[in-house]
């Protein structure tokens, strides 16, 4: 491979990020800052494009074909779990948001609980988030090192994080959520692009004898497991039922999606775009697993070890640096790194945003300093401290996407359990609340550092009910002791008149 490769993907990033400031700048001719504004004149088809490119970043792309090539197309399975989850999503918790025009999900807890709550979950979404996106980050490495290495240009990961990160911070910070909305949309096309020409390039090896025995041996089934629900992720009920209440808590109470449909023209459109995700991130994972099932088959089945790999995520970028022409490796490559810039800057778009709106009192940010300028510093230094998290997932031996979803698991079974807490307890009250919040992260750090039934972790869509239903079993006790109750579930706390002016903008 020669030093054009690598300049064709410098220069295919550089054009996807000009672009998307390029079209960030909208009707209004400047583009929103991640202040709290948002735009409303998005198209529903980019919003729906920009949820799956969130939730698909390079940890995703190289994952999924790893865990079809030992496993089959289980994420399938996960996929029409999810699909469930975010129509529950779109009918529940949506009208929420929209009906006061908030700019962050946890504004709700904030109205429903008062103010102390919505930092606080604030927090532990920034928190989580933060470890999450590492995991991704540090996945993103994994193919740039592959091609620097076969362009006899090898580099370490750090100066591919630092120089990763520092590109998509740049357009973050300038376009706001218009140009990463776009972006998303962009990289999303270009990678799925790339992932139907791998599949094609694959197809010839597939026949029907070699189909038939990638069925027995179990390659092509949507559903897996041995019987032990509970620590089976790919079981047909672990699927299902643990995927829909993940998608609850990934879809409903995280920030990083809610804030893409808070930009939506209307609840409705902000509902298609929500339902409409998890059918184009259901045919994504078809896609991409069938890029794993073909490998294997074109392997002979032959173990990642056997073909000297570290671990099935390397299957995906071994094939594109080895396999492919050089000119389609540069294209499919910057496709898959622009996933993660994606992924990324949708990240540090929403954690700026929740920084300022639950984090930070308006007065911080309504002084000399500036809202844009004050975003945009807080964008840089979550830059830097994700390419600290990323870091230091550089030794992990475990499959990239499970670990992150692991990860999400922690806190997502609290945040949903609090939403679901306050829509179906109204007598709840903040003091109710909150220790039902905490203890739940600390029931959930007990089971996933401590408690591995038969030797085995739990299953990953399992975490968040667990956390759900802590969440009651913790919060409801604390409703029965005596004290004021909150009268109306309803009602707002009792805010300052500089909290007050903010809130009601």
Known sequence: MSL????????????????????????????????????????????????????????????????????????????????????????????LYARDGFSSAYQYLGERFGRGMQRLASAVFLGTRLLAEGVRLFASTLPICALLAAAHLPAGPLPVLVGLTALTAAYTAAGG????????????????????????????????????????????????????????????????????????????????????????????????????????????????????????????????????????????????????????????????????MGSLSSALNAMTGSTLADLLPPAAWRGRIGAVTLSRGITVLWAVLLIGAASCFSNTGRSAVVFGLSIAGYSYGALLGAFLFGLLVPGARQRDAVPAFVGTLAVMAVLILFVHPGGRDIAFPWLVPIGVAATFAIGLPCRLRPGPAFRDAAARPTLDPTEMEHETR
């Open 4 to 95: 054009t490769e690598p300049a064709i993907i410098g220069l295919c990033l550089l054009a996807l990020a000009a672009l998307s400031l390029r079209l960030s700048r909208g009707r209004t001719g400047a583009p929103d800052g991640p202040d709290g504004r948002r735009p409303h004149d998005l198209p529903t088809w980019a919003i729906c494009l920009s949820i799956v490119a969130t939730e698909t970043s390079t940890l995703t792309v190289i994952s999924v074909p790893g865990v079809a090539y030992g496993g089959g197309l289980v994420f399938v399975g996960l996929g029409l779990g999810y699909v469930a989850g975010r129509i529950v999503v779109a009918w529940l918790l949506l009208p």
């Open 177 to 340: 959520l218009r140009a990463v909305v776009w972006s998303d949309s962009i990289q999303f096309g270009l990678y799925t692009l790339g992932a139907i020409l791998c599949v094609g390039l694959l197809w010839p090896y597939a026949d029907r004898a070699t189909l038939g025995a990638a069925w027995h041996a179990g390659r092509l089934a949507v559903f897996h497991g041995d019987g032990a629900i509970l620590t089976s992720p790919y079981a047909p009920a672990t699927a299902l039922v643990g995927g829909a209440i993940l998608s609850m808590a990934s879809h409903g109470a995280d920030q990083l999606m809610v804030q893409r449909v808070l930009a939506a023209r209307s609840l409705r459109a902000a509902r298609i775009a929500m339902v409409g995700s998890a059918v184009v991130v259901t045919g994504l994972f078809a896609l991409l697993s069938a890029v794993g099932v073909l490998l294997w088959i074109r392997n002979g089945g032959a173990s990642p070890a056997a073909l000297g790999l570290r671990s099935p995520d390397a299957l995906f970028p071994a094939f594109i640096a080895r396999d492919l022409p050089s000119s389609l490796s540069a294209v499919l490559i910057a496709g898959i790194i622009s996933a993660t």
